[in-house]
Nanobody, 115 residues
Framework: VQLVESGGGLVQPGGSLRLSCACS????????MSWFRQAPGKERELVAK????????NYADSVKGRFTISRDNAQNTVFLQMNSLKLEDTAVYYC?????????WGQGTQVTVSS
């Protein structure tokens, strides 16, 4: 199993970023995928989750209406579109999978929101 995130960076408040997580080594289209984040000094928290099939989604209250999780089953990729970014969105963002009773994490991608 491999989860490889990309797309992080430095952005001003109110800006947008799109994170990607390229996945391999498991039946991607059949499994839920999630994005978590961890800010300095804080616990890792669930940001968004997408179920497949059907692609139903769940979001943390703090990002509802601003972030959108989606997936491309043909490309084995999950995305996180982040709009109207706030200072408090600064964190390392991780792609997450639960598969065969094991937890898998990507290496993380840094998102920094700063003026």
């Amino acid at each position: 199993v491999q989860l490889v995130e990309s797309g992080g960076g430095l952005v001003q408040p109110g800006g947008s970023l799109r994170l990607s997580c390229a996945c391999s080594g498991f039946p991607f289209s059949m499994l839920p995928m999630s994005w978590f984040r961890q800010a300095p000094g804080k616990e890792r928290e669930l940001v968004a989750k997408i179920i497949s099939p059907g692609s139903s989604t769940n979001y943390a209250d703090s990002v509802k209406g601003r972030f959108t999780i989606s997936r491309d089953n043909a490309q084995n990729t999950v995305f996180l579109q982040m709009n109207s970014l706030k200072l408090e969105d600064t964190a390392v963002y991780y792609c997450y999978l639960r598969y065969l009773r094991q937890d898998y994490w990507g290496q993380g991608t840094q998102v920094t929101v700063s003026s």
